[in-house]
């Protein structure tokens, strides 16, 4: 664990120990009463194993869709375009590497057209986030791509393009004692965030320099080297934003109301006319922190401290001085 300033350590005891008394309450158990879910979605899986310990303990309350797989012998390469097509209704994406995937509103029912079942590995993710994207538009709730972690008590999202270091600084965070949220979608709905599939995938440098990950092979579109994360709350307070940088120096400072507003509307799940997004302009009130860290590892640490710094000092109610 990285060693942090004296009042730093004490926030995060506290909001660990939160979490940690959270997810003792939600550990996932062999036992059909206890429904599987992820992205605020029951998720059913007939034919297919999911361990039940990489998903979340669904709220009864939660709409139930199914995950389903029928074989296609005609799948064409995924390509470029992830929306084939988009209805209020229906929605049909390209998997990747081939294949596509079919979501209907109606039926709350997932269908993956590929040439092979999918590995358990692979329909926890990537697979499943598609089903939490289009089924949290249509559910009027607000999905990115995004990746999350708790800190007091709330849920914060990390927004990032790729390549700049998004499952790093999750793993960093995981490997502090932070609970890790999710990976790669983020779905919210009003002011609460929901959790996703209990792993975290990393590529080959930082698998390397963490000397941790299952090494997955080629999985969607890249190679992937999976984290299995611990038992988390299902749902939790969303607090706010992480949006990452690479600067020659560190920092981290609030940006201005048209960089969120791009940051934003550049993370939303699906882009499309017609694809509603709700509540975007309300997360313009939310906070979000601009960190920005040099491309080197012996720095990460030190980093990382600043990082929890701004956000206790946010949580706390005295947020870093806006860079204008």
């Excluded at 389903?68 to 390509?79: C, K, L, T, V, Y």
């Excluded at 509540?279 to 860290?293: E, I, K, N, S, Y």
Aim: glycine letters at 10%; one cysteine or more; a neutral charge.
């Amino acid at each position: 664990m990285y060693a942090r300033p004296p009042e730093v350590a004490t926030d995060l005891r506290q909001g660990l120990r939160r979490g940690t008394e959270s997810a003792v309450n939600v550990t996932l158990r062999e036992d059909s009463a206890v429904a599987s879910g992820a992205y605020g979605l029951r998720i059913d899986t007939p034919g297919q194993s999911v361990d039940p310990s990489l998903v979340v303990r669904a709220d009864p309350t939660w709409p139930r869709w199914t995950v389903a797989w029928e074989q296609s012998d005609e799948a064409r390469p995924g390509g470029n375009r992830v929306l084939e097509s988009w209805s209020p209704d229906r929605a049909v994406l390209a998997a990747q590497p081939v294949g596509t995937i079919t979501i209907e509103r109606a039926a709350a029912r997932t269908t993956l057209h590929l040439p092979e079942p999918p590995a358990p590995a692979a329909l926890l993710h990537p697979y499943l986030a598609s089903t939490g994207v289009v089924a949290g538009h249509w559910l009027g709730r607000a999905p990115f791509h995004a990746g999350a972690f708790a800190f007091g008590g709330c849920s914060w999202g990390v927004l990032g393009a790729r390549e700049m270091g998004k499952s790093s600084l999750l793993m960093s965070l995981h490997r502090a004692g932070l609970p890790v949220l999710s990976d790669d979608v983020l779905v919210l709905d009003g002011a609460t965030a929901y959790s996703g599939p209990r792993c975290l995938d990393l590529r080959r440098s930082a698998a390397e320099q963490f000397g941790d990950g299952t090494y997955l092979g080629v999985v969607g579109t890249r190679e992937r080297w999976r984290v299995t994360l611990p038992p988390v709350p299902s749902h939790l307070p969303f607090g706010g934003w992480v949006l990452l940088d690479w600067t020659d120096r560190i920092l981290v400072d609030r940006p201005r109301t048209s960089v969120r507003l791009d940051a934003l509307l550049r993370h939303v799940g699906l882009t499309a006319p017609g694809v509603p997004t709700e509540g975007l302009l309300d997360l313009l009130a939310v906070p979000m922190l601009r960190f920005g860290r040099p491309r080197d590892w012996t720095r990460a640490g030190e980093a990382l401290d600043r990082l929890l710094e701004a956000i206790a000092s946010v949580s706390a109610g005295s947020d870093p001085s806006p860079d204008c």
